[in-house]
């Protein structure tokens, strides 16, 4: 049997021969030969393959010379493949394959809009529209005139308008401009680390301390759209954890493993100073010690490699990844589609309906959703020791399984701790949850054989899907769905195996996995 092509001239081929030539159809009896189509694909020629080749793994056509390497060559030479296979250009390609796995570009507010500072008109004063009740009894700016000091004081001096406490600017070098000098409100210029209530300044609780400023240089607060650097370097740090791993050639679990992370000036500016002052998110408590952040200023472009505490696990809590997937079970949800292609998704004959009034509060019982939550609520308790709706980490030095004081608080009614509220389980709304006061909420509803999840991290659910072999037959997947540009036909599902046990074989290798598939027939069919 004749296999037809998906094109007009094939189709009419076969639907005219029977017409034409007395309803045979065997291929010895049709002198059209050159409409039909062969029974495989044909393999493309050295010079269309060397074509796919350049713009799969280097995102560039072949220049003129490299065609003509080929015009004393019988194909494409392997050495030219493991060339381009080491070059900087392929590592770009597997770095933007796998933005579109994390989705590691953000949009969050990083600092509280008591912080913020704004600009007034002509006049050019820089001040805090949210705080100025605080200093001047109304949401209004400075005098333009420089600020004055009680000789004996040296508190600032204001002037009384209309009930409005006016005081006078300082000129300030910004710590995002430091050549440039600004005007900015004496009030908000302040440079204390502690206020006079005894709060740090740098922290919420200081933004309604009066005698509480922007710091040093403005160090607790932002301007414009400053900070959008600091997003843009978290989702560049993971550009450059996948980038660093293929030119060193490390074993493709290093994304999962690798204490490395990157940080440049305006991340390690931001880490150092502005993460006690949350807006929508938090990266507090801070997920890393301070000596692992370089002495760099914001103005500093270089990027520092630096080692991470042996909590991380990888870009699984790197903290775009973290802010881009912000709760626990989006974070699990991720990680199994993207590297164990198993998304959560109902059975095709829809779910139960709940048919209980009062439904049961653990998910992994509730008709309905324990299709889905009986795998994937131990699956997120591994990020339990990481802050939703940021990427802070909570050690168990400062945040124990179990801490007495949200006991305390929980069963007697009296006021929570903002650790309390924000990190443990405090409050029961079923009885199902009674057991469970005082307990960090990664733990909530988890069984006995869970309970390790949530100390042993993200790594741990990655090992165990390494042991199970589902991660690299998913990387194999994957890697063949990015080169052959369409989803694995079923006849592949053989070839995919083999990838996956080769490319365990190698130590994870992810240049040979690539390499395997473009040295594949499949490949070379491939138009």
């Not at 713009?55 to 490299?66: F, N, S, W």
């Not at 009296?414 to 079923?430: P, T, V």
């Not at 869970?450 to 990387?475: F, I, K, R, T, W």
Request: proline share 7%; glycine share 6%.
């Amino acid at each position: 049997m004749v296999r037809l092509k998906s094109s007009i001239a094939c189709l009419c081929a076969v639907l005219l021969a029977p017409t034409l030539w007395g309803g045979s159809t065997s291929h010895a009896a049709l002198p059209n030969e050159s409409l039909l189509c062969p029974e495989d694909p044909p393999e493309q020629d050295r010079y269309s393959y060397l074509r796919s080749l350049s713009l799969q793994l280097r995102g560039v056509p072949p220049t003129d010379a490299e065609y003509a390497l080929l015009d004393d060559e019988t194909d494409v030479p392997e050495a030219l493949i493991d060339q381009w296979l080491t070059s900087q250009e392929f590592a770009d390609q597997v770095v933007r394959f796998h933005q579109g796995l994390l989705w590691n570009r953000l949009d969050v507010q990083l600092v509280n809009a008591g912080f913020s500072l704004r600009r007034e008109g002509g006049s050019l004063l820089y001040w805090r529209i949210q705080t100025a009740t605080a200093y001047r009894g109304g949401q209004v700016a400075c005098a333009d005139t420089p600020v004055e000091y009680d000789p004996d004081t040296g508190a600032i001096l204001t002037q009384e308008i209309g009930g409005i406490h006016y005081e006078g600017y300082r000129l300030i070098n910004p710590y995002w401009a430091p050549e440039t000098t600004i005007k900015v409100c004496a009030f908000d210029a302040q440079e204390a680390e502690v206020g006079l209530s005894g709060v740090p300044c740098g922290t919420l609780t200081g933004r309604g301390d009066p005698s509480c400023g922007c710091g040093e240089d403005l160090r607790y607060c932002r301007y414009g759209a400053a900070h959008n650097q600091v997003i843009d370097a978290m989702g560049r740090d993971v550009d450059m954890r996948i980038e660093a791993m293929i030119l060193a050639d490390e074993p493709y679990t290093a994304l999962f493993d690798s204490p490395r992370a990157f940080i440049n000036g305006p991340l390690a500016d931001y880490l150092r100073h502005r993460t006690k002052v949350p807006a929508t998110v938090r990266v507090d408590p801070l997920p890393l010690n301070d000596y692992n952040i370089p002495p760099l200023e914001w103005t500093d472009e270089t990027w520092v490699e630096t080692s991470l505490p042996q909590h991380h696990a990888g870009i699984l809590t790197s903290p775009a990844y973290l802010l881009r997937f912000q709760t626990d079970r989006a974070r699990a949800t991720r990680f199994y589609d993207a590297f164990l292609c198993q998304p959560f998704t109902p059975p095709a004959a829809g779910l139960p309906l709940e048919e209980d009034d009062s439904p049961h509060p653990d998910l992994q019982q509730r008709a309905g959703c324990k299709y889905c939550h009986a795998l994937l609520e131990p699956a997120a308790a591994h990020w339990g020791r990481w802050t939703e709706n940021g990427a802070g980490y909570l050690n168990p030095e400062d945040f124990p399984a179990v801490r007495e004081d949200c006991v305390q608080c929980a069963y007697e009614g009296l006021a929570c701790g903002d650790d309390c509220n924000r990190y443990y389980h405090s409050e029961a709304l079923s009885p199902e949850e009674l057991p469970y006061l005082g307990y960090l909420k990664g733990y909530v509803f988890r069984r006995d054989d869970h309970m390790l999840n949530v100390e042993a991290g993200p790594s741990y659910l990655v090992n165990l899907n390494l042991m199970d072999e589902d991660l690299p037959q998913c990387a194999a997947t994957r890697a063949v769905q990015w080169a052959m540009g369409r989803a694995p036909h079923e006849d592949e599902a053989a070839w995919i195996d083999q990838l996956a046990s080769e490319f365990a074989a190698s130590g994870y290798r992810y240049r040979e996995l690539i390499k395997a598939i473009v040295q594949s027939e499949t490949y070379r069919r491939v138009r």
